[in-house]
């Protein structure tokens, strides 16, 4: 690599870690490009993107960002997992580890928390953020159509009480 496209990959690679929310970092040895390939569309997919840097230049981006502690873990060949959804990247990354075993989950960073791979795994049990938007939206509308039903079922009773006077009447 030249030295400015070395500069380059470096300030590409320090933007990405200063605005990312959560970063995964996993072994990837004896892959196949297709697994890879696999894998970064299912990162996609998730909203997340999967880097593969030399591990010095990493290093260096890593400086002056919250997940500067992700750098003991670049040994050898190792791929990073990225996303602003703090549980989009660690679920497709463990998801893709069941299925795959040379695909293996070293650590990763949340802000300035250290991860182990258990809270990883951890972090991708949880629910997704939209997951979690669905929720709340379901729990703040469930009581507004109780409201609704309740208020309109007095009306319908006082009606069908209004209808059975009015067949009473009409059939003395």
Do not use: C, W
């Amino acid at each position: 690599m030249e030295r400015a496209a070395k500069k380059e990959a470096v300030e590409t690679l320090n933007e990405v870690f200063k605005t990312t929310g959560v970063a995964v970092v996993a072994h990837y040895s004896g892959l196949t490009v297709a697994q890879m390939q696999t894998l970064r569309t299912q990162m996609k997919q998730a909203g997340a993107s999967v880097k593969v840097s030399k591990n010095r230049l990493a290093k260096i981006a890593l400086e002056g960002t919250d997940v500067v502690s992700i750098g003991s873990l670049l040994k050898g060949p190792t791929v990073i997992a990225t996303s602003n959804d703090p549980v989009a990247a660690p679920k497709v990354a463990i998801e893709f580890a069941k299925a795959n075993e040379k695909f293996v989950i070293l650590g990763g960073a949340m802000g300035t928390t250290v991860l182990n791979p258990d809270a990883v795994k951890a972090l991708a049990s949880l629910p997704s953020l939209d997951e979690l938007r669905a929720k709340i939206l379901g729990l703040l509308v469930a009581p507004a159509t109780k409201i609704a039903q309740l208020s309109t079922a007095p009306a319908a009773k006082l009606a069908r009480v209004v209808q059975a006077y009015a067949s009473k009447g009409e059939a003395a």
